[in-house]
T-cell receptor, first 115, second 116 residues
Framework: DQQVKQNSPSLSVQEGRISILNCDYT??????FLWYKKYPAEGPTFLIS?????DKNEDGRFTVFLNKSAKHLSLHIVPSQPGDSAVYFC??????????????FGKGTLLTVNP | GAVVSQHPSRVICKSGTSVKIECRSL??????MFWYRQFPKKSLMLMAT?????????EQGVEKDKFLINHASLTLSTLTVTSAHPEDSSFYIC????????????FGSGTRLTVV
């Protein structure tokens, strides 16, 4: 049973346009969400996160939107650049008061930004 | 920034042998480290939580006698794949958290294990 779902295995966009990566979750206990970027044969790199008390968080070209009622979040990258081409993982954590903060990951979406 | 070093990046071993993977937090102390496994086109699956000075906490379905975890110091956790078999071939990634808060995770660069 996959608690974090990224239903699009891949996405291709033109340089300069907006990239929108989607993520759905089923566990209502999740209260913190993160996006990671991963290149082949490397570990994930943290991009941006959002707490369940917010519905939007912005950092430069990256904005994450959270819709708690729909259990859906999305990552917007604008403008997209060829260097953004990578696999993007959505992750979620439950119980901010816990000491371990285990992350549950989606399967990832391969983003390709074409010049 | 927080840096996590993972070694080796790539290892090929014979079936039946054991392989040790190291995860080090270079510029911070980590009381908790995490070990993940990634299958091709699959998400990162948490295998176990490594706790400094105590036993690791394994996720359901992960054989603790197969995947030995030792967290002997605040900067080093090791994962040993014992009696490796071809089905253990995978990409293993560790992570550590600097400071408080769920957003402080830093990941190692991963280890590609191939068992022949």
């Amino acid at each position: 049973d996959q608690q974090v779902k990224q239903n699009s295995p891949s996405l291709s966009v033109q340089e300069g346009r907006i990239s929108i990566l989607n993520c759905d979750y089923t566990n209502s206990m999740f209260d913190y969400f993160l996006w990671y970027k991963k290149y082949p044969a490397e570990g994930p790199t943290f991009l941006i996160s959002i707490s369940s008390i917010k519905d939007k968080n912005e950092d430069g070209r990256f904005t994450v939107f959270l819709n708690k009622s729909a259990k859906h979040l999305s990552l917007h990258i604008v403008p997209s650049q060829p260097g953004d081409s990578a696999v993007y993982f959505c992750a979620a954590s439950a119980g901010s008061g816990g000491s371990n903060y285990k992350l549950t990951f989606g399967k990832g979406t391969l983003l390709t930004v074409n010049p | 920034g927080a840096v996590v070093s993972q070694h080796p990046s790539r290892v090929i071993c014979k079936s039946g042998t054991s392989v040790k993977i190291e995860c080090r937090s270079l510029d911070f102390q980590a009381t908790t480290m995490f070990w993940y496994r990634q299958f091709p086109k699959k998400s990162l699956m948490l295998m176990a939580t490594s706790n400094e000075g105590s036993k690791a906490t394994y996720e359901q379905g992960v054989e603790k006698d197969k995947f030995l975890i030792n967290h002997a110091s605040l900067t080093l956790s090791t994962l040993t794949v014992t009696s490796a078999h071809p089905e253990d071939s995978s990409f293993y990634i560790c992570s550590a958290r600097k400071g408080q808060g769920v957003g402080g995770y830093t990941f190692g660069s991963g280890t590609r294990l191939t068992v022949v």
